[in-house]
């Protein structure tokens, strides 16, 4: 029995001793880099390349094993798109397409940035034009009067709706007495007279008798008495000449004889203008819409980054490879120790029992 509790005593003491690690050289701290370069749109690195990366490598017949990787950004692009925005603008109450005069291209000032937009389409689209007014003049002609004219305070005429097709009854209000031409003394008075004649040597001229002259009328000195007797101020008329427009005639039992009086007059133009903004009817009529595009870009939120990342390893001594190989042998002769003292504890467990049954026998 004390022999095989020692030989179990000295195979668990081999095993021990041989597990028991034996002190290794120093490794070498010289790192093995290897750099990579990728292009990525996400920051974290580490989780979409650490993977990339063997954790040992063999270099030159030394075995390496992965340390730590770093990782730097070397550029960084913000991305961009490319956007088009889109304005309208829309002119309305037009008669006729024609009058939509849209500019070819338009700045709009839009969060502190001039935006400039070219036309890209024009849309029409009919309408009725409603609520339309139209300014409307007329005028009085007084031409040459002797006397400033008093016009009346409104003025109704018939105004042509080119538009609607319509003629519009309008009545429009005074607005100035415009003159045309200033006062001054106008030759185009000419005044015919019809004289009586009393007898061969004197004709009547109202209450006055004027010696006849068969040539010309001598009205000398007789000028203004023509003037009165017409009504005329003689203040603004002027008689200058008298001539003999035909021979005598006989009406009745009295002789007369027809004359021309003419001469000028103090006159000026005036004009009287009326004006008013009236009301017209509905008429058809078009929206004209202008379309306009621009161009530009802007940035997505987003940048490519290229990343350089740089694997540092570091060499694993030989020293270590022993170790572990013993250790391994150690585990091993541990079992076989174990699995012998298991087998001789039951055999001698079996040789008491024999001994016990010869006994009782």
């Not at 400039?116 to 009067?145: G, M, S, W």
Request: net charge negative; hydrophobic share 35%.
């Amino acid at each position: 029995m004390n022999k095989i509790r020692c030989m179990c005593a000295g195979l668990l003491a081999g095993a021990l001793l041989l597990s028991v690690p034996v002190g290794a050289a120093s490794p070498q701290t010289q790192e093995l880099i290897q750099t990579q370069t990728f292009e990525t749109m996400d920051t974290d690195f580490h989780a979409q390349f650490d993977s990339l990366f063997e954790t040992r490598i063999t270099r030159s017949g030394k075995q390496y094993e992965l340390s730590h990787i770093g990782y730097q950004v070397v550029k960084a692009e913000k991305q961009e798109e490319d956007t088009e925005t889109t304005y309208e603008m829309d002119f309305r109450d037009l008669y006729s397409k024609e009058e939509a005069h849209p500019q070819e291209s338009i700045s709009i000032e839009r969060g502190g940035e001039t935006q400039t937009f070219q036309l890209d389409t024009v849309t029409y689209q009919p309408q009725t034009i409603q609520n339309r007014t139209e300014t409307v003049t007329a005028t009085t002609d007084y031409d040459l009067k002797t006397t400033q004219p008093h016009p009346e305070q409104t003025k109704t005429v018939s105004y042509q709706d080119k538009q609607s097709g319509q003629i519009v009854p309008v009545t429009l209000d005074f607005k100035e007495l415009r003159l045309i031409q200033d006062w001054g003394w106008v030759n185009d008075v000419s005044i015919p007279l019809q004289v009586s004649m009393y007898d061969a040597e004197y004709y009547r001229l109202g209450e006055e008798l004027i010696p006849y002259n068969p040539d010309r009328p001598a009205i000398q000195g007789h000028e203004n008495t023509i003037l009165q007797q017409l009504g005329l101020d003689t203040g603004r008329y002027r008689i200058e000449d008298v001539q003999w427009s035909g021979e005598p005639y006989q009406v009745g039992e009295i002789t007369y004889r027809d004359a021309v009086a003419t001469g000028s007059r103090y006159a000026a133009h005036y004009e009287a203008v009326y004006e008013s903004t009236v009301s017209l009817p509905d008429c058809p009529g078009w929206t004209a819409t202008a379309h306009y595009k621009a161009s530009d870009t802007s940035y997505t939120g987003e940048s490519l980054y290229t990343v350089e990342a740089s694997a540092a390893y570091v060499p694993i001594p030989n020293s270590y490879i022993w170790i572990a190989a013993i250790a391994g042998s150690s585990l091993l002769l541990l079992l076989a120790a174990a699995m012998t003292v298991w087998f001789l504890m039951k055999r001698r467990k079996r040789e008491k029992q024999t001994e016990i049954d010869g006994i009782d026998l």
